[in-house]
C-alpha cells in the first residue's frame, strides 16, 4: 500500500503548479500591436483526496493539500509580418513568467514521505513562452496561433524534500489554439498540447526521475455580458506523464478532468479583474484539486 500511495504522491509533488500553468480564456486573441500586459495572478489550491488509478488511497479524507502560488507575467505583442491567412497579420506575443510557492501537505502525507520535508515556499521555475498567430482574421472572428513554452530549471529545488516550487528539470510543451468568434459577442477557445520534460537525477537524493510526455487539452466558452463584463466556462484535461524512478515503473498514469467558472470585468480602460473556480472533478492520479483563482492585469 505504501508503494502504491508513494506513486500517486510523487505525482503531487511534480506537479504542485500544474493547475497555476492552465490557461484562462481568450488567451488565444492577439491584442493590438504594441500593447503590454502585466498580470499578476494568485492561486489558492487545496485538496483533501488522494487517487492512484482512479482509487481513493486511505481510509478518510485526510490527504491534506494546502498551496498558495503567485505569479509575476509580463507580455508585450508586437508584428513581425504577414499572416498565413487573414489580414491581422503575424502577430506574436513574447512574455516571461516567474512564479512563487507556498506548499503545506499535512495528515496522511506525512506516513508517505519517509520524514523528508513536505512543505516548501520560494521561487518556482521561470517560463519563457510567445504564441505565433499564422492565422489572424479578425473580420471573420478566426485565429489560429502555435505557441511554445519552455520551463527553466531555475526554481528553488532542494533534494533531500519531496516537495519543491522548483522542479530541478527542463520542461518543453508546444501548443496549439484555435479561437472561432460565436455571433457578436461569444468566443469557443480549443486548444491542444503536450510537455516533454528532461531527467531530474536529484530526485530525493541522487535518484534519477523521468517522466512521460503529457497531453494537455483545454476547451473555453467565453460570453460579454455588457461591454465591461464578461464570463467563461472552461474544461482542462490531461493524460499520461507515467513517472520512473531509476528506470522503474511507477503506474502513475495521469486522466484527469477540471471544469471551472470565470468572470471578468474591466476597470477604467486599462485594467481588468478575473475571478475562477475550478474543480477537478475526475482524477485518475493526483488529488482532487478545488482552486480559487485571481488575475490582474494592466495594459499599457
Known amino acids: 500500500m505504501k508503494k502504491v500511495c508513494t506513486a500517486a504522491f510523487l505525482f503531487i509533488c511534480l506537479a504542485i503548479t500544474t493547475t497555476s500553468w492552465a490557461s484562462y480564456s481568450r488567451g488565444y486573441l492577439p491584442l493590438p500591436a504594441g500593447t503590454s500586459l ?108 502555435f505557441t511554445p513554452w519552455l520551463t527553466i530549471p531555475l526554481g528553488q529545488y532542494k533534494k533531500d524534500r519531496l516537495a519543491n516550487p522548483g522542479g530541478n528539470r527542463w520542461a518543453i510543451k508546444p501548443e496549439v489554439g484555435l479561437v472561432k468568434g460565436i455571433g457578436d459577442k461569444g468566443y469557443l477557445e480549443l486548444t491542444l498540447g503536450g510537455e516533454f520534460y528532461s531527467d531530474n537525477s536529484e530526485y530525493q537524493g541522487n535518484k534519477r526521475l523521468a517522466q512521460d510526455p503529457t497531453i494537455q487539452a483545454e476547451v473555453h466558452f467565453s460570453y460579454d455580458i455588457t461591454k465591461k463584463w464578461g464570463t ?62 485571481l488575475r490582474w492585469t494592466y495594459l499599457f
Not at 492561486?43 to 488511497?57: D, E, M, R, V
Not at 467563461?232 to 502513475?252: C, F, H, M, P
Not at 486599462?270 to 488529488?287: E, I, M, P
Open 38 to 145: 502585466l498580470c499578476t495572478y494568485y492561486n489558492y489550491i487545496s485538496a483533501s483526496k488522494l487517487y492512484k488509478n482512479g482509487t481513493k488511497k486511505g481510509p478518510s479524507d485526510d490527504y491534506d493539500k494546502s498551496v498558495n502560488v503567485g505569479m509575476l507575467r509580463y507580455i508585450h505583442y508586437m508584428k513581425i509580418g504577414e499572416a498565413l491567412y487573414g489580414d491581422g497579420g503575424l502577430t506574436i506575443n513574447p512574455q516571461v513568467i516567474v512564479p512563487f510557492a507556498d506548499i503545506s501537505l499535512n495528515g496522511n502525507y506525512e506516513a508517505l514521505s519517509g520524514g523528508k520535508d513536505i512543505s516548501a515556499t520560494g521561487f518556482g521555475d521561470p517560463v519563457v513562452l510567445s504564441t505565433f498567430w499564422l492565422v489572424n482574421d479578425p473580420k471573420n472572428r478566426l485565429w489560429v496561433g
Open 232 to 293: 467563461a466556462l472552461d474544461y482542462y484535461y490531461s493524460n499520461g506523464g507515467e513517472t520512473k524512478i531509476n528506470g522503474v515503473r511507477q503506474n502513475n498514469q495521469l486522466s484527469n478532468n477540471g471544469l471551472a467558472l470565470c468572470m471578468f470585468v474591466m476597470l477604467g480602460s486599462s485594467n481588468q479583474l478575473l475571478v475562477s473556480y475550478r474543480y477537478d472533478f475526475a482524477v485518475k492520479t493526483g488529488t482532487d484539486d478545488k482552486t480559487l483563482g
